[in-house]
């Protein structure tokens, strides 16, 4: 009813100051959901809980006997060994549903991974498990498909990213709505979380296990902002590198 009567011409009287007044409140009225909509409201920030059960290997040990088993286990690891990695496939759970995947750059960790680790005389070689070939993504399955490359450890590397929209200080005068296509009033956030763990193939002793994140922040216009996958995949490669690191140096560890 208040659009119609808003639309309606003979309701207003165009000789009166007051009206042009009022067509052009009702008009902010009528559109600042529209605005707000766009614009987004404040930060809600990102549910650490929700990425980080994404990012998990294994559940965890639930009994005396499981812990027992897991003590029993030793290290058997040759020097140099043969390295093994495997990216999990993205979950995506949770209330965000950006989509990401591991692109050829990301899976470069392995050459730079083996690179380093080479020199240090740690490694013998480092190649990389193809989806296909594991049955299902538990741990056994990958193990398994580690064992017929005749890899002596596995990496197991997963993923998980959520995008976080919001207004800045100058947001409020997206209730003007003509402001949305010139003023940098809305934030986008992306926070991704890395994990890997290195295991032994034969008897499944867990060597290292490492997290890591990246983020990536842009201040833009509410109508013309980057996509959500573009800053994920910032988010992402940045979060890949602090990892690389982690699992250098954990392994370098090894050694000693």
């Given at each position: 009813?208040?659009?119609?009567?808003?639309?309606?011409?003979?309701?207003?009287?165009?000789?009166?100051?007051?009206?042009?007044?009022?067509?052009?409140?009702?008009?902010?009225?009528?559109?600042?959901?529209?605005?707000?909509?766009?614009?987004g409201c404040a930060s809600k920030g990102f549910n650490r809980g929700s990425l980080e059960e994404q990012i998990g290997v294994q559940k965890p040990v639930v009994n005396e006997k499981e812990i027992k088993d897991i003590l029993r286990k030793k290290p058997n690891l040759p020097k140099p060994f043969k390295l093994a990695v495997y990216f999990k496939r993205p979950a995506q759970k949770g209330h965000d549903k950006t989509k990401w995947r591991w692109t050829?750059?990301?899976?470069?960790?392995?050459?730079?991974?083996?690179?380093?680790?080479?020199?240090?005389?740690?490694?013998?070689?480092?190649?990389?498990?193809?989806?296909?070939?594991?049955?299902?993504?538990?741990?056994?399955?990958?193990?398994?498909?580690?064992?017929?490359?005749?890899?002596?450890?596995?990496?197991?590397?997963?993923?998980?990213?959520?995008?976080?929209?919001?207004?800045?200080?100058?947001?409020?005068?997206?209730?003007?709505?003509?402001?949305?296509?010139?003023?940098?009033?809305?934030?986008?956030?992306?926070?991704?979380?890395?994990?890997?763990?290195?295991?032994?193939?034969?008897?499944?002793?867990?060597?290292?296990?490492?997290?890591?994140?990246?983020?990536?922040?842009?201040?833009?216009?509410?109508?013309?902002?980057?996509?959500?996958?573009?800053?994920?995949?910032?988010?992402?490669?940045?979060?890949?590198?602090?990892?690389?690191?982690?699992?250098?140096?954990?392994?370098?560890?090894?050694?000693?």
């Amino acid at each position: 009813m208040a659009i119609k009567n808003f639309f309606d011409l003979k309701q207003v009287k165009t000789t009166s100051g007051g009206v042009t007044v009022m067509i052009l409140k009702n008009l902010i009225l009528l559109l600042l959901p529209f605005a707000l909509a766009v614009s987004g409201c404040a930060s809600k920030g990102f549910n650490r809980g929700s990425l980080e059960e994404q990012i998990g290997v294994q559940k965890p040990v639930v009994n005396e006997k499981e812990i027992k088993d897991i003590l029993r286990k030793k290290p058997n690891l040759p020097k140099p060994f043969k390295l093994a990695v495997y990216f999990k496939r993205p979950a995506q759970k949770g209330h965000d549903k950006t989509k990401w995947r591991w692109t050829d750059q990301d899976k470069d960790l392995i050459s730079q991974v083996s690179k380093e680790l080479k020199l240090e005389n740690a490694i013998s070689e480092a190649f990389p498990i193809l989806g296909n070939l594991v049955v299902d993504e538990d741990l056994k399955s990958i193990r398994i498909a580690a064992a017929k490359h005749g890899a002596d450890a596995v990496i197991i590397v997963d993923g998980a990213g959520e995008m976080d929209k919001y207004i800045n200080s100058w947001g409020w005068s997206y209730i003007l709505l003509i402001t949305t296509a010139f003023v940098p009033g809305s934030e986008s956030d992306a926070l991704f979380l890395t994990s890997a763990s290195m295991w032994d193939v034969r008897n499944e002793y867990l060597y290292l296990s490492a997290e890591a994140e990246g983020k990536s922040n842009e201040t833009h216009i509410a109508l013309f902002g980057s996509r959500d996958e573009d800053l994920i995949e910032k988010a992402k490669m940045a979060s890949l590198q602090n990892l690389k690191n982690e699992i250098i140096n954990m392994i370098k560890g090894l050694k000693k």
